[in-house]
């Protein structure tokens, strides 16, 4: 009996996985112009650290994320998450465009997700149970 010596290439430790969401905004008035202003805003402010001017800073927000609908059955299940990123490109249709208030007419805002936590093995349900879809 000798040692497998390709162990090692088999598994170097659990990882956290990333996860990345990109959504189009296409305002057609002033009010939804708003409304996407207000969601960009919100993750970004989400993703920082609070305690500016402390001593000390507190972890910002966290993330649990779910599919809604039918399709959860058969999409991946997403363990809580830190907002690491979020780019915005205010050129959605390759061209920078306003409207007369100033807001642009498309824009693409890009999230980059890590989990918190690996998963194991032993987060998986059954086989037979279709309660957590895929599972991770």
């Known amino acids: 009996q000798i040692l497998n ?11 956290l ?13 002033q009010k939804e112009a708003q409304t996407v202003r207000t969601i ?6 989400n ?3 609070k305690g500016a001017g ?3 800073l507190k972890t910002p927000n966290i993330f649990e994320i779910q599919y809604k609908g039918k399709a959860n059955q ?19 249709d390759g061209t920078f465009a306003t409207y007369q208030d100033g807001a642009p007419i498309s824009s693409v805002m890009t ?3 890590q989990e918190l936590t690996p998963v194991y093995n032993e987060d998986y349900e059954d086989y037979i149970t279709g309660t957590d879809g895929v599972g991770y």
């Open 40 to 45: 960009m805003k919100a993750f970004k402010r």
């Open 74 to 92: 058969y999409l991946n299940r997403i363990k809580m998450c830190a907002l690491q990123n979020v780019s915005v490109n205010y050129t959605g």
């Open 5 to 15: 010596p390709n162990m090692e290439l088999l598994f170097n430790g659990p990882s």
């Open 111 to 113: 999230l980059q997700f």
């Open 54 to 56: 402390g001593d000390f």
């Open 17 to 29: 996985r990333q996860f990345s969401f990109a959504f189009k905004f296409t305002p057609r008035f």
């Open 47 to 49: 993703m920082a650290p």
